[in-house]
């Protein structure tokens, strides 16, 4: 399996905190990616990179911002968490464009 | 109409049987794609990449239609363990973004 490690795996926080999600990988992989999956609309893009400090929005990017200072690491920041943002998260990495995605184990973060 | 188009299903199957999805995606321009499979509250995983010429891996069987825009996957002699909904991904024009559709629910039954 891929190394890449989401953390936390599972978040309960309030409306109007901030959140940081972390996505780590071990293998060196150019693209690293934000997905959301909801019941009815499968997985949403929210943001991708392509590189360090790389960045470009996704589908459903509002509400969210990203970072990617290094080849290891994709934050993912709600910057005031809303109760829309109660989803599971999935960060994936692929070595490049185009190529096959390798997940991590999801982030399953609740919003009240 | 969405970039990439699944029937949500579920197929209810009996073991043994030969089940077959589609996926219809709108850019005329994908490049690559893939099937992924996903259990109930997992992350998804690679089940095989599909290429111009049809692919097999044992009783997956993965075929690309570019005229018609659409990729299927066949699996014959369904299992148990096959049960999962399974996800089309496609990579469509210049920007290569990945676009999943909803995924299509499998359930096998003895």
């Known amino acids: 399996d891929a190394g890449i490690t989401q953390s936390p795996r599972h978040k309960v926080t309030e409306t109007g905190t901030p959140v940081t999600l972390r996505c780590h990988q071990t293998?060196?992989?150019?693209?690293m990616y934000w997905y959301r999956q909801d019941p009815g609309h499968g997985l949403r893009l929210i943001h991708y990179s392509y590189g360090v400090k790389d960045t470009d929005k996704g589908e459903v990017s509002d509400g969210y911002s990203v970072s990617r200072s290094k080849t290891e690491d994709f934050l993912l920041t709600l910057e005031s968490a809303t109760s829309s943002q109660t989803s599971v998260y999935f960060c994936?990495?692929?070595?490049?464009?185009?190529?096959?995605?390798?997940f991590g184990s999801g982030t399953q973060l609740s919003v009240l | 109409r969405k970039e990439v188009e699944q029937d949500p299903g579920p197929f209810n199957v009996p073991e043994g049987a030969t089940v077959a999805f589609n996926c219809t995606y709108s850019?005329?321009?994908?490049?690559?794609f893939f099937w992924y499979r996903q259990d109930c509250r997992k992350e998804p995983k690679l089940l095989m990449s599909?290429?111009?010429s049809g692919n097999e891996d044992g009783r997956f069987t993965a075929q690309l239609n570019r005229a018609s825009q659409y990729i299927s996957l066949l699996i014959r002699d369904s299992k148990l363990s096959d049960s999962a909904t399974y996800l089309c991904v496609v990579n469509g024009g210049g920007s290569y973004i990945p676009t999943f559709g909803r995924g299509t629910s499998l359930i096998v039954h003895p």
């Open positions: 850019n005329s321009a994908s490049q690559s």
């Open positions: 994936a990495i692929s070595p490049d464009r185009g190529e096959k995605l390798f």
């Open positions: 293998e060196n992989h150019r693209y």
């Open positions: 599909v290429y111009s």
